[in-house]
């Protein structure tokens, strides 16, 4: 591992049933996958949660260090594409509906908002610089 890695993160998933999985974290977490017949999460609706949930928490972190949020939302959304080379999302987007007091405090974080934002789409976020980056997925059988 070099000075700029960390160590490696991993994610288990079980079936549960035909098309039903479950995703275990590390921690002892779960989530339930499935192909969108049932209301668990599909691959492509937890890639996009992936998305806004990391740039979430960098948001968050940023803003409420100023002011509690009245509201905070984020939505991330793409348009699924199928092309000569396969099925894959385009037009990927990330939207922050956040709303602060009216006070010099909620002014100061609503300020830094946009900077907020920037900051972790251009540094932070693993999840959308590995998507922009185009990272390399290399599958296996064991």
Same mark, same amino acid.
Not at 21 to 39: E, K, Q
Not at 45 to 72: K, N, P, Y
Not at 84 to 100: I, M, P, T, Y
């Given at each position: 591992?070099? !000075?700029?890695? %960390? ?7 079980? #079936?549960?049933?035909? #098309? ?7 921690? &002892? ?17 937890? +890639? ?6 990391? %740039? ?8 409420? *260090? $100023?002011?509690? +949020?009245? $509201? ?15 099925? !894959? ?8 509906? +956040? ?6 405090? &909620? ?7 946009? *900077?907020?934002?920037?900051?972790? $789409?251009? !540094? +932070?976020?693993?999840?959308? *610089? ?6 390399? @997925? *290399?599958?296996? @059988?064991?």
């Amino acid at each position: 591992m070099t !000075k700029n890695e %960390s160590p490696a993160v991993a994610v288990g998933l079980n #079936r549960r049933a035909s #098309r039903k999985y479950s995703a275990i974290n590390a921690r &002892g977490g779960a989530i339930s996958i499935g192909d969108g017949s049932d209301a668990s999460f599909t691959p492509v609706e937890l +890639l996009l949660a992936a998305l806004a949930g990391c %740039s979430a928490i960098d948001v968050d972190q940023a803003t409420s *260090r $100023h002011q509690s +949020l009245r $509201h905070f939302q984020v939505t991330a959304s793409a348009v699924k594409q199928q092309d000569g080379d396969g099925n !894959k999302l385009g037009d990927l987007q990330v939207r922050f509906n +956040l709303e602060f007091d009216d006070t010099l405090e &909620g002014v100061a974080a609503q300020a830094i908002l946009p *900077r907020a934002v920037e900051i972790s $789409h251009a !540094k +932070l976020c693993t999840v959308s *610089r590995t998507i922009e980056a185009g990272e390399r @997925v *290399r599958m296996e @059988v064991v």
